[in-house]
């Protein structure tokens, strides 16, 4: 199951020194921490998982596989993209494939680097890109609406639907607002996300500061959580020099490194983090002494469909799910100990999955 981040933003803001600097330090973990690079502007990443390392620990497990996202560094976005200038044609087919954006924004002084807006402002940056992928929406909209009308006309009632939806999308649009600000009911959230609306799509603000204010942000970081908390949006401060430097280092080195700056840990670390949670998902993990592994799925997902995502078979034949929760198979030293503590659990069905869950699947066929 693969979930895609895109990685926007004008020119010069750091977006794909950021992008680079990922890709960096994911290939200095291949030993550990598969990794591949689809093409040169995709990065298939780890997602850091603390928790993993102390099970593989009790478990033994020769291997330590985490979950995974991947990360698109989206050709860089000019005013009137929406109708093709520069590569907009090519960045709003970019995007299309992406579950979530990161708007990365400049929020640093620099006289060497040049502002293609002449000025730092990440608020009028931020509003820049959205503006163009809300018209962009809005001319899609258009062209769907004037082919639906002749399937309406021919008797195919699927295209109310789509209709409907899409007049949604249209009004809140026209009204110089994004279109995940339409409130969708449960019925039509899977309608809704096949309709690919770019304004539809989850965003995280990514803060890029000089050196000095990568711990605590700056002025104009301030102004962006200040935009990101009226939206509802995620944001992370990140400094992409800092980024690009430890990504070149040894893991001790890094963390030495780290810790002089002030920081806790990478800011990459807390990127993809925060990409992860905006989308809404969550990890279990299977464990034994073969690998200790991490598994993606979306939060509310049901025991048979979390067994789909390592095999579909498993999803198919799903007989029930063996469980323990993370912090009792820590606390047992195991799953011995937490099945003496009274932790371990046999769930059906109807089982929600839980962050943290150690799950072991059993299934027919």
Request: proline letters at 3%.
């Amino acid at each position: 199951m693969g979930f895609r981040m895109g990685i926007v933003g004008l020119p010069n803001v750091g977006k794909s020194t950021l992008f680079n600097a990922l890709t960096r330090t994911a290939a200095a973990q291949a030993a550990n921490f598969p990794f591949c690079t689809i093409e040169p502007n995709v990065g298939d990443v780890a997602v850091p998982d603390a928790r993993l390392e102390k099970l593989a620990a009790i478990a033994g497990s020769k291997q330590i596989i985490p979950t995974r996202m991947t990360f698109v560094d989206i050709a860089g976005l000019v005013r009137g993209a929406s109708k093709g200038e520069g590569l907009g044609n090519q960045f709003l087919a970019n995007i299309r494939e992406c579950d979530a954006i990161a708007h990365v924004l400049r929020c640093f002084e620099d006289d060497d680097i040049t502002h293609v807006e002449g000025k730092i402002d990440p608020v009028a940056d931020a509003e820049t890109i959205e503006t163009e992928l809300m018209l962009a929406d809005l001319e899609s909209i258009e062209r769907r609406l004037a082919n639906l009308a002749r399937k309406i006309k021919g008797g195919d009632k699927d295209a109310g639907d789509q209709v409907r939806l899409l007049q949604m999308a249209q009004k809140v649009l026209e009204d110089g607002k994004p279109a995940r600000s339409v409130e969708v009911a449960e019925d039509d959230k899977r309608n809704w996300k096949l309709l690919q609306l770019l304004t539809s799509k989850p965003v995280l603000f990514v803060c890029n500061v000089e050196e000095s204010s990568a711990a605590n942000g700056n002025s104009q970081s301030a102004r962006v959580a200040e935009m990101a908390a009226k939206q509802g949006a995620g944001m992370v401060v990140i400094s992409a020099r800092i980024e690009e430097e430890i990504s070149q280092l040894a893991a001790d080195e890094a963390a030495m490194f780290l810790e002089e700056m002030g920081l806790e840990e990478a800011g990459l670390d807390r990127l993809i983090r925060a990409g992860y949670q905006l989308l809404g998902l969550q990890t279990y993990f299977t464990v034994g002494p073969k690998e200790a592994r991490a598994w993606t799925i979306p939060k509310g997902t049901l025991a048979p469909q979390a067994a789909g995502v390592i095999h579909g078979d498993f999803e198919k034949g799903f007989i029930r799910a063996e469980t323990v929760g993370y912090d009792d198979y820590i606390a047992g030293n195991g799953e011995a100990g937490a099945k003496e503590a009274g932790k371990f659990r046999v769930e059906g069905k109807t089982y929600l999955v839980k962050d943290g869950d150690v799950l072991h699947f059993l299934f027919s066929g």
